[in-house]
């Protein structure tokens, strides 16, 4: 015991040492050294453990480095970054750090910055935590104009996010699993429902972008999130968001319909070519039919989605659906879509009052609550 | 060269600032293009547009430094044209516009509204978020982005079910080209020569372009051949009576049927056949022929035939895709003079 409490005592002088040269003005080989150190122990939980008290520091100074000229370098601070901010425990002390909040949005939203996808994947990783996101909102609500550059806020990440080549060499879809992310939370969702601006209606066609993944996942996860708000519900299906199509659309796949069957369809469903893929991703094609499921809700949720003759592309989508526990859930919104409306007083869903020990039951087969992006981007 | 006067000197001196005078009075660009502008908005209230259109281009000729100016001239010139309903030049003008201020919302607007006329629905839609950049909730730009969004979905609809009929016919066209083919029907259609001109020759159509022209597959019309629904094929047939300068058409005559069928109907007893006075066009009486084109011949056959029958004759050609028979009468003097042209008996 005594022994083990030496070394320990030891590292911990070591490690502060090294802490010491994550700088500016150290010297590029201690410099070298000291971050090979901390990548090395960023790689494992342990590790991670060990660093649990500085974290929060190493991850600052580590920010202040990533605009160095030697690109490997910045590759490899990088590489610490993403995984100390995958540390769930530490990740709400991390965003307490407003500059560290702020440095990270100050290079996403940095159209020359050649590591900006790394930046949304380091915030990405910050903001799985809830309490993390709320910080991270406070931040973007505070951020002034008075740093000099443009404000940063939610609009501008939404705004850089779907302006399409904003930074030549990054993509930025790991943005998407940050704004994901972030909708766990009301305030974020409140923004992205705005009624007076165009913000969901601008995220909606990415749910069939095919060149990402992860954009893909993101924005649908957003728009699962969203639809948490049920008083949104009505808009959302309303002509002016119309969010119904571009949640069957990756569902709907080559099977050509008769005409009578697409009477009343969204044009968007229409006619769909004879070599129409569906959503490859299994996790994406279940984060849809939840999100369908949810805008079953309310009644008026549901005569719209009747009226717009949902039913058809589902009735297609499960029978080629080979995944059973998407065959379920596809089954229970199907039922949605044809069955008959509750009795009144219980049409809607989410104040149907349910007895204890029923829910006590449903809630274990389902844990439904606001998500966040699953992917462990981290460990590398 | 000399340095240029400063402005102490100028107003020292009477010469120098008469000549600063003279030039600002009427050599400054940007004070002439403001009057051409004064001009223009004057014409436009009138709603004399092309009078505007003309005044806003003199303004703009002025090249004058004031980008907020130069961006109202192009923009008042899109208006302009916009009411002339020159929507592209509008549409330019507008974008002419935000080069030289690029939150000018009036160019914006002017940029949608262009785009929705020329129903090119993704550019307005990029016009609508670039002004709700500047102006988050402006109302207007909402609605017209949703109009916008709605409409390129129509398109695109409309685009996908074009696409998909004009393979259903491809696919059809195909089917019947093959069916054709498997019969080995002796299509010929008239060549064209290098100089455009019909030469005396006909060809054999083989690519799928000129079978489709040979057959007239590609005009819309009641006389084309077509296949059923049981596969078979239903040519338009035309019989001739050279004697009376007549002949009839079987818009669908079934491949299976047999000449004689159709004559029970065409020459039945007690029907009259208005040019046939002399009354001997009758079933009795009445030869069928085809013309065996490349030794100028005619060739008769037997009426128990079916026109498959006959048309697997390689002597027997389809041109344009409509076969042709000629029906001479034994009663009548005619046949042997006819025949006789042809050089037989």
Redesign the interface.
């Known amino acids: 015991m005594r022994h083990s409490s030496t070394t320990n005592k030891m590292d911990e002088t070591v490690l502060d040492e090294f802490v010491s040269f994550l700088s500016q003005s150290a010297k590029p080989a201690l410099r070298e050294k000291a971050l090979e150190y901390v990548v090395g122990l960023s790689g494992s939980e342990e590790g991670l453990r060990s660093l649990e008290t500085r974290l929060p520091n190493i991850v600052a100074a580590l920010l202040e480095l990533v605009e160095d000229a030697n690109k490997s370098f910045v590759e490899d601070v990088f590489k610490a970054l993403i995984n100390l901010c995958s540390y769930d425990k530490t990740a709400p002390k991390v965003t307490e750090k407003e500059a560290v909040v702020s440095k990270l949005l100050s290079t996403i939203c940095d159209s020359s910055f050649e590591f900006a996808d790394h930046s949304c994947t380091v915030l990405s990783n910050l903001s799985r935590n809830s309490h993390s996101c709320g910080h991270i909102l406070a931040c973007l609500e505070n951020q002034k104009s008075d740093t000099g550059g443009t404000m940063i806020n939610l609009a501008k990440l939404v705004e850089v996010f779907c302006k399409e080549g904003y930074n030549p060499k990054a993509a930025l879809h790991p943005l998407g699993s940050v704004l994901a992310n972030l909708t766990q939370r009301p305030e974020a969702r409140k923004f992205i429902l705005d009624k007076d601006q165009c913000v969901i209606q601008r995220l909606l066609p990415y749910t069939q972008y095919t060149a990402s993944d992860v954009r893909r996942r993101g924005v649908v996860t957003a728009l699962k999130n969203c639809c948490f708000e049920i008083d949104y519900h009505e808009w959302l299906l309303s002509d002016s968001v119309d969010i119904l199509p571009y949640l069957l659309l990756p569902l709907a796949g080559p099977e050509q319909l008769d005409e009578d069957e697409m009477e009343g369809m969204p044009e968007d469903l229409q006619y769909l070519d004879e070599d129409k893929e569906r959503e490859p991703d299994p996790a994406i094609r279940k984060l849809l039919i939840d999100t369908l499921t949810k805008l079953c809700t309310t009644k008026p949720g549901r005569e719209m989605m009747k009226a717009k003759r949902a039913y058809i592309i589902m009735r297609e989508f499960d029978k080629w659906e080979r995944n059973e526990q998407l065959n379920d859930i596809c089954q229970d919104l199907i039922q949605h879509l044809i069955g008959d409306e509750p009795s009144p007083g219980m049409e809607n869903l989410e104040q149907v009052e349910i007895p204890t020990e029923m829910r006590e039951k449903f809630d274990k087969l389902t844990a439904e609550n606001p998500r966040v992006v699953d992917e462990d981007l981290a460990r590398n | 060269m000399t340095k240029e006067p400063t402005q102490e000197e100028i107003d020292a001196s009477p010469t120098l600032s008469a000549i600063q005078a003279i030039k600002y009075a009427e050599n400054d660009p940007e004070e002439l293009a403001l009057e051409h502008k004064e001009d223009g908005n004057y014409q436009f209230k009138k709603k004399m547009y092309r009078l505007a259109v003309k005044a806003y281009t003199e303004g703009i000729k002025q090249k004058c430094e004031n980008t907020d100016l130069n961006a109202v001239l192009y923009t008042n010139r899109a208006a302009a044209h916009f009411h002339l309903e020159n929507f592209l030049s509008s549409f330019n003008d507008a974008k002419r516009a935000l080069r030289f201020k690029p939150d000018h919302m009036k160019a914006i607007f002017r940029c949608v509204d262009c785009c929705l006329k020329m129903r090119n629905y993704a550019e307005a839609l990029q016009h609508?978020?670039s002004g709700?950049?500047i102006v988050?909730?402006e109302k207007s730009l909402?609605e017209k982005?949703?109009t916008a969004?709605?409409q390129k979905?129509?398109q695109?609809?409309d685009a996908?079910?074009g696409?998909?009929e004009a393979?259903k016919v491809k696919a059809k066209q195909e089917k019947l080209l093959q069916a054709i083919k498997d019969r080995n029907v002796q299509l010929r259609m008239t060549a064209t020569g290098e100089d455009n001109q019909a030469s005396v020759h006909p060809k054999k159509p083989t690519s799928y372009e000129d079978l489709v022209k040979c057959l007239r597959l590609d005009v819309m019309s009641e006389f084309n051949v077509t296949l059923s629904d049981s596969g078979a094929l239903q040519w338009p047939v035309r019989f001739l009576y050279p004697e009376h300068n007549q002949s009839d058409v079987i818009s669908a005559f079934e491949e299976n049927t047999r000449f004689i069928d159709h004559f029970v109907e065409m020459f039945k007893p007690g029907d009259e056949i208005p040019w046939d006075k002399e009354k001997t066009y009758t079933l009795d009486n009445i030869e069928v022929y085809f013309e065996e084109y490349d030794k100028g011949r005619l060739v008769t056959f037997n009426s128990e035939n079916t026109l498959q029958e006959v048309l697997s004759d390689q002597r027997c050609h389809v041109y344009h895709g409509q076969p042709n028979f000629i029906v001479l009468s034994r009663a009548s003097d005619f046949r042997d003079d006819y025949l006789h042209q042809y050089g037989q008996k």
């Open positions: 609508c978020d709700l950049q988050p909730n909402l982005r949703a969004v709605k979905k129509a695109e609809r996908r079910k696409k998909l393979k």
